[in-house]
């Protein structure tokens, strides 16, 4: 199968339910490319946070995921529902080591039209502590924003 590489438009959707607080939800629409190199599946797409560039790759499939994030924020997140995946998100300060634990891993791709789903639902704990309940939703669709 050749590879595959689309101008997409991508909607995120991040519910964070902290152990300590008020659940937030933040949406995002941004433009980003869909890639298909040999059978594996990507989205890369680029965030501005306080005037900072954030370069993020999602490698999307049912079984396993992972998020890499480079730039203002350096941060390898790795999903799968067979158990906790070890990543690690870089500071100043140092790097803090993280871990996911997966409950829910949903990707749905339509090769037509170049559009899809992809969710998780995760913990996040970081430094053997837990942040919260994650929840993230990417939609994609061919096209420009």
Same mark, same amino acid.
């Given at each position: 199968m050749p590879n595959v590489e689309k101008s997409v438009k991508i909607k995120v959707i991040s519910t964070i339910r902290p152990t300590d607080g008020e659940t %937030?939800?933040?949406?995002?629409?941004?433009?980003g490319s869909? @890639?298909?190199k040999s059978d594996k599946m990507y989205l890369r797409y680029?965030?501005?946070m306080e005037d900072q560039a954030i370069r993020t $790759?999602?490698?999307?499939?049912?079984e396993n995921?992972?998020?890499?994030?480079?730039?203002?924020?350096n941060m390898r997140l790795p999903f799968s529902t067979t158990g906790k995946q070890n990543g690690h998100y870089? $500071?100043?300060?140092? $790097?803090?080591?993280?871990? $996911?634990?997966? &409950?829910?891993?949903g990707f749905e791709h339509n090769e037509e039209?170049?559009?899809?789903?992809?969710?998780? %639902? &995760?913990?996040? @704990?970081?430094?053997g502590q837990s942040a919260?309940? &994650?929840t993230l939703e990417i939609q994609y669709m061919e096209g420009q924003a």
């Open positions: %937030q939800t933040y949406e995002l629409w941004l433009q869909f @890639i298909k680029e965030e501005i $790759t999602v490698k999307m499939s049912n995921a992972l998020i890499l994030r480079s730039g203002a924020i870089d $500071t100043i300060y140092g $790097t803090l080591p993280l871990q $996911t634990k997966t &409950y829910h891993l039209n170049i559009s899809g789903t992809f969710n998780v %639902q &995760y913990d996040l @704990i970081i430094s919260g309940e &994650y």
